[in-house]
């Protein structure tokens, strides 16, 4: 039980630190004039970055040696939100003409609930498997 309280808190925290860059990064990208989905792009592949090493090291524990293995699923996985995200903002931003922060922080919502179904069962399924049933 207190595995599995530890894991759900470590996604959680290095989660909100992961959105926190992505947001920041839009934010500041978005505000000096940057087009939207430019912003997202960039504030992406940095989060990505960041999510990577924090999900290995110390949500998923990962150690054995499937680094590139895992990195190119959780690339691939990755791109496949990155699409969710780009998609949800220009229906909220041209359809629904919301404000493109709002927009964002809403669209994050179902980015971080897919990155965690994605990242326990995909990228990270077998020793995330170990690791959380203990």
């Known amino acids: 039980m207190m595995g599995k309280i530890k894991h759900y808190f470590s996604y959680l925290l290095f989660g909100?630190?992961?959105t926190l860059v992505n947001?920041?990064?839009y934010k500041i990208l978005v505000d000096v004039g940057l087009h939207y989905s430019i912003s997202t792009t960039?504030?992406?592949v940095v989060a990505v970055m960041v999510a990577f090493y924090t999900n290995r090291r110390w949500v998923f524990s990962t150690t054995d040696k499937g680094f590139i293995k895992e990195m190119s699923l959780f690339f691939t996985v990755r791109i496949g939100t990155y699409v969710f995200?780009?998609?949800g903002l220009i229906v909220l931003i041209q359809l629904f003409h919301m404000e493109e922060f709002i927009s964002k922080l809403i669209v994050n919502a179902g980015v971080v609930l897919l990155?965690?179904?994605l990242s326990k069962r995909v990228v990270f399924k077998t020793t995330n498997t170990?690791?959380?049933?203990?």
């Open 16 to 18: 909100v630190l992961t």
């Open 23 to 25: 947001l920041v990064i």
């Open 42 to 44: 960039i504030a992406f």
């Open 85 to 87: 995200d780009l998609v």
């Open 115 to 117: 990155n965690y179904i």
């Open 130 to 134: 170990r690791k959380v049933a203990s």
